[in-house]
């Protein structure tokens, strides 16, 4: 018994050669990551916005200040006028207003 397992031993042995083993866990990764840079590759790149969608934003807050001011000085004029004219009005009631009769 013992001289037909030597046997079987001899006969089995072999230089082991790592290049003509196949890995097939391996080469099933490389292929399933072979088609994700395939789907990668494909996409189209993301768009890049154009220069000309870009504002200035200090030139728009001077247009929007620029736009508030002229209207904020005749609100000012409108209620001197209007206090003028009350006190004319008043001035003028009082100067029209009858005398008393005591005298």
Same mark, same amino acid.
């Given at each position: /018994? %013992?001289? +037909?397992?030597?046997? +079987?031993?001899?006969? !089995?042995?072999?230089?082991?050669? *790592?290049?003509?083993?196949?890995?097939?866990? =391996?080469?099933? %990764?490389?292929? /399933?990551?072979?088609? !994700? &840079?395939?789907? %990668?590759?494909?996409? *189209?790149? #993301?768009?890049? #916005?154009?220069?000309?969608?870009?504002?200035?934003? /200090?030139?728009?807050?001077? =247009?929007? %200040?620029?736009?508030?001011? #002229?209207?904020?000085? *005749?609100?000012?004029? !409108?209620? =001197?006028? +209007?206090? &003028?004219r009350a006190k004319a009005a008043s001035s003028k009631s009082a100067k029209m207003r009858p005398r008393s009769s005591s005298r």
């Amino acid at each position: /018994m %013992l001289d +037909i397992a030597g046997h +079987i031993v001899a006969t !089995k042995t072999v230089n082991f050669a *790592p290049a003509f083993l196949e890995d097939r866990y =391996r080469t099933a %990764l490389v292929s /399933m990551l072979e088609e !994700k &840079t395939a789907q %990668l590759a494909s996409r *189209p790149a #993301p768009a890049v #916005p154009s220069r000309q969608n870009v504002i200035n934003l /200090m030139e728009v807050l001077q =247009r929007s %200040l620029a736009t508030e001011r #002229p209207s904020s000085r *005749p609100r000012a004029g !409108k209620r =001197r006028a +209007i206090a &003028t004219r009350a006190k004319a009005a008043s001035s003028k009631s009082a100067k029209m207003r009858p005398r008393s009769s005591s005298r």
